[in-house]
């Protein structure tokens, strides 16, 4: 069953409730006039019946047709003409079935300006209601829709954040291996297969689902592996994680990167071995993990996109986490830090 015909046999089920107790209300109160008990139901469930009736047909209108704002009026209009339709069909009614009981139609005829104002006063309630909850449901389908498109905007965002920073990397690995299959091809079919590792690792990351940070790390090992192919000597990289951040959530492909980031401008114009440093540990309910690398302004030339894996990384927080705070980057003492704060699940 669909979610609309649940919806609408809801609201049927609210009317016949409506009407049940109307039902036995009015009983009570014609029983009050001496009339006999089987007509006083017979009366009740007539005009409730022929209510709900109006109720439902409204209720039907309404699915198909909802009037603007400036033609609220309509509704009122309509329900002063189902008013008149119930109080008329409900006189022909009882005047055709019950024609010899003249005490009957007598009180008929005395309550009838009575009835028509009750039959007024409840169509309208009812027209309100359902006018009212047309409006509200239009409001939250309007809010899921905007959700549901900033749901596919957002993961749209991450996946192209994503795309644009894989060739990046794959373009670098490549040139490498091309220069190393003439000179040295063990470690070209070192690196191919590193690379093949690493990209089969990246295929299978989903960008919703968290990964161990032990996973990641293995993950971002594979990347290091390649780059000391690339840069021989020159890279030194060490990563300290304290046992207990092993288990933490990070979102998949955060580090790396940050760390490629890190190799760019710690060993470009730079001859001799430089250190990168990996640090992750806790602090309060945050993973944190602190990436280092030398990097001298007066010397490093950036070239030409630097930035690019910061700002992305930011970028792909922010649409996770609903934080800019996350990223925080830092020069001090030819040291250039950079610091991502992973918020954990309580």
């Not at 049940?20 to 009740?44: R, S």
């Not at 000179?183 to 990351?205: C, D, V, W, Y």
């Not at 990563?239 to 470009?268: H, M, S």
Request: aromatic fraction near 12%; proline fraction near 4%; charge should be neutral.
């Amino acid at each position: 069953m669909q979610i609309q015909d649940i919806k609408y046999t809801r609201f049927v089920s609210f009317y016949i409730l409506n009407g049940i107790f109307w039902i036995a209300a009015q009983t009570y109160i014609v029983t009050g006039f001496n009339i006999p008990i089987k007509i006083a139901v017979f009366d009740a469930l007539l005009s409730n019946l022929l209510v709900i009736a109006a109720g439902i047909s409204t209720y039907n209108i309404l699915r198909f047709y909802k009037p603007a704002r400036e033609n609220i009026l309509y509704p009122r209009i309509w329900a002063l003409l189902l008013t008149i339709v119930i109080s008329a069909l409900f006189r022909s009614i009882t005047f055709h079935l019950f024609k010899t009981d003249s005490a009957y139609l007598h009180f008929i005829e005395l309550s009838m300006p009575v009835r028509v104002v009750f039959n007024l006063l409840n169509i309208t309630i009812l027209s309100v209601f359902t006018v009212l909850w047309f409006y509200f449901n239009e409001q939250q389908q309007n809010q899921q829709r905007t959700l549901d498109a900033e749901t596919l905007t957002k993961e749209a965002e991450l996946v192209s954040l994503r795309q644009q920073l894989q060739p990046h990397f794959l373009f670098n690995s490549l040139n490498s291996i091309s220069a190393l299959v003439g000179t040295r091809p063990e470690e070209a079919r070192k690196m191919i297969h590193q690379l093949s590792e690493f990209l089969r690792g990246t295929l299978r990351n989903n960008e919703h689902e968290s990964f161990a940070l032990a996973d990641e790390l293995k993950h971002l090992q594979l990347y290091l592996d390649i780059e000391k192919v690339r840069f021989g000597h020159r890279l030194s990289p060490f990563i300290d994680a304290q046992p207990e951040t092993l288990r933490c959530k990070i979102p998949p492909l955060v580090l790396q990167p940050l760390v490629e980031n890190a190799i760019k401008f710690g060993l470009y114009d730079v001859v001799g071995e430089v250190e990168i440093g990996i640090v992750c540990k806790m602090e309060n309910t945050n993973l944190t993990v602190t990436i280092t690398n030398p990097f001298d302004e007066q010397t490093s030339t950036p070239k030409k996109g630097a930035g690019f894996g910061l700002t992305s990384v930011q970028r792909r927080l922010y649409l996770l986490f609903a934080r800019n705070d996350l990223l925080v980057t830092n020069y001090n003492n030819s040291l250039f830090t950079t610091t991502v704060i992973i918020p954990q699940a309580i």
